[in-house]
């Protein structure tokens, strides 16, 4: 088992910042992909970014002006938002997952947080 929580969320004016943090405890040797979602009101759950096998995957909406990172040593994952639009607004999910395969959907992963919520004013 793996749990992961996130933190960071808030209100922030469009071309602000935030820096989401995701820590992950447990059988954490086993994640394979720790990766973000976003689900905003009406919509589905769709991809942002991703860390898998030592590489970094954005979707085309946030490439460019988000940032994922990770600190092996402290079990976290960090999204790094910049430049952020009204349409950014969400709740934000971190995700783990054990298996090898597909990082941008959200089936390729075994365990989720609870999600911070997101809002960007214009």
């Known amino acids: 088992q793996v749990q992961v929580v996130e933190s960071g969320g808030g209100l922030v004016q469009a071309g602000g910042s935030l820096r989401l943090s995701c820590a992950a405890s447990?059988?954490?040797?086993?994640?394979?992909?720790m990766g973000w979602f976003r689900q905003a009101p009406g919509k589905e759950r769709e991809f942002v970014s991703a860390s898998a096998g030592g590489s970094a995957y954005y979707a085309d909406s946030v490439k460019g002006r988000f940032t994922f990172s990770r600190d092996y040593a402290k079990n976290t994952v960090y999204l790094q938002m910049d430049s952020l639009k009204p349409e950014d607004t969400a709740v934000y999910y971190c995700?783990?997952?054990?298996?090898?395969?597909?990082?941008?959907?959200?089936?390729?992963?075994?365990?989720w947080g609870q999600g911070t919520q997101v809002t960007v004013s214009s």
């Open positions: 995700a783990a997952g054990l298996r090898t395969g597909t990082v941008k959907g959200p089936l390729g992963y075994d365990y």
């Open positions: 447990g059988r954490t040797s086993s994640t394979y992909v």
